[in-house]
Every structure is written in C-alpha cells, then in structure tokens.
C-alpha cells in the first residue's frame, strides 16, 4: 500500500465501482436518491450540537456539498451568513422544499467550481463531500482558501452498521478508513488540526422479520442472519427495534483567532 495518503485517497476513489467521482456519475446518482435521502439518513443531533456550539462567535458558514441541508439547517442559528454549496440542483432543491432561514442561501455548484461562485466565509464545512475527489491535495487547498478562519472537515471509517459491516467482511472488502485517510493528509500538509470523534445511535424498527432481513439484504439464511444481528436486536409486541451507535470524526482546521 502506497505511504503517501493522497496516492491512496485516489486510489480509493477510483476503486468505487459506481464511478461516482465523473461528474454526470453523481448527478445522476442524486437525481434519482434525492427525494428520500433524508429518511434514508440517520439524525446527527450529537455531531449537530457539536458544530453549533463551535461555530458561536463567527459570523458566516459555507457548507460545501450541502445537499438537502440535513445537517447545515440546525447549525444555521449559530451564524449570521449561510451559504449551502452543491452540485446536484436535485438535492438543493430538497433543501429550498423546507423553507430555511433568509440568511441561508443556496449555490449550484461543485468543489472545482467553488472559488468562482462563493466568497470566503468564516467557516466551511465539508461532510463526507470528499469521497470522490481524486485530487484530495487540491480538495483541501480549496476548501482551506475559502476558510478564513476554521475549516471542518466530517468523515468516518467506513465502520457503519452492523449488517454493513457483516456484508464487506463475507464479501471480504476492507472498510475505507476514509477518516484516518484524511487526518494523514492533514499530517502530510503539515496543517495542525483538532481531532473529535462524535458517537450518535441510530434506531430502525420493523413490523416483521421478513422486512428486517430484507433491509439488511446479508448473504445469509434467517437464523444465521438473525444470530449474527442479535446483539442489536430487540423485540416487543411483534415489532423488532435494529439498534446501533457509530462514531463520527470531526478533523478542525484553525485558520486564526476568533472574534
């Protein structure tokens, strides 16, 4: 394995078999998940109310592949300038459909294209938008010349949930460990960064097993797929309740002092 991370950040996102790093790839891919990408999504209320409090004493925020603003909308009351950045008009839409704040605007637009259509602001945050972008040097230059004073950078490890990681483990792929990958970079540019790792629960519940087993979709039978699940299972009144907490890294890069 290659030592230098953005050598193996590029080799990462060329290995994805969606291909989602070509641009018409990820279009399409959130034209047709938009609509039911927030149900799909587990709430952040610890990460949320992370962000929120960090972010009191700057005056402006650009989130860069913002989507539906499933996690920028409950930071935009800590600042008095928001900006929402994506390159899917499908997915910004979803976003226009809930009715935010005045102060929070909505720009068409992708990561390359960034520094054309947005100024800087205080802060910028980019949540798992960095997973198709080969160049990840350059990512990073970008999001940090529109981050005047502290850029925030989410990922995971690729740890997710239970049945996920059953999956990848019989199919014998290893998780991408986009996280780590991220903080080695930031070692690797020599930018000195603060490290919080956030835990958050998610909670399913299933009138039946068949439709359990069908979400989970492991290459298993019932009762080997039901073993191997118990541990997160629990179940009442013929309801079963899939339940599980995952962590989420939090990597801040300071620019300067604070008003």
């Excluded at 990561?111 to 949540?127: K, N, R, S, T």
């Excluded at 049945?163 to 690797?188: C, E, F, I, M, Y």
Aim: proline share 7%.
């Amino acid at each position: 394995m290659p030592a230098d991370p953005f050598i193996r950040w590029r080799d990462l996102v060329y290995s994805a078999r969606s291909e989602r790093y070509r641009p018409e790839r990820d279009l399409a891919f959130w034209q047709g998940k938009a609509a039911g990408y927030d149900h799909s999504q587990p709430p952040l209320p610890n990460t949320a109310a992370w962000l929120r409090e960090d972010l009191r004493g700057l005056g402006s925020l650009l989130e860069v592949g913002a989507g539906t603003g499933r996690l920028l909308l409950p930071l935009a009351d800590a600042v008095a300038q928001v900006t929402a950045l994506d390159h899917s008009p499908d997915m910004l839409a979803q976003l226009q459909a809930k009715g935010p704040p005045a102060h929070v605007r909505a720009v068409c637009g992708s990561l390359e294209e960034a520094e054309g259509v947005v100024a800087p602001h205080d802060a910028v945050l980019a949540a798992w938008s960095l997973a198709y972008q080969p160049d990840l040097r350059a990512a990073l230059l970008t999001l940090r010349r529109l981050s005047r004073r502290a850029l925030y950078l989410l990922e995971d490890d690729g740890v997710g949930s239970p049945h996920v990681q059953l999956r990848r483990a019989l199919a014998g792929t290893p998780k991408p460990g986009r996280a780590s990958l991220l903080q080695d970079a930031l070692d690797a540019l020599a930018w000195t960064c603060d490290v919080r790792r956030v835990t958050e629960r998610r909670r399913l519940t299933f009138t039946d097993i068949a439709s359990l087993l069908a979400f989970a979709r492991l290459p298993l039978s019932e009762s080997e797929s039901l073993a191997a699940l118990g541990p997160f299972l629990t179940e009442e009144d013929g309801q079963w309740t899939y339940a599980w907490s995952f962590d989420i890294t939090i990597l801040r890069v300071d620019q300067g002092v604070r008003a």
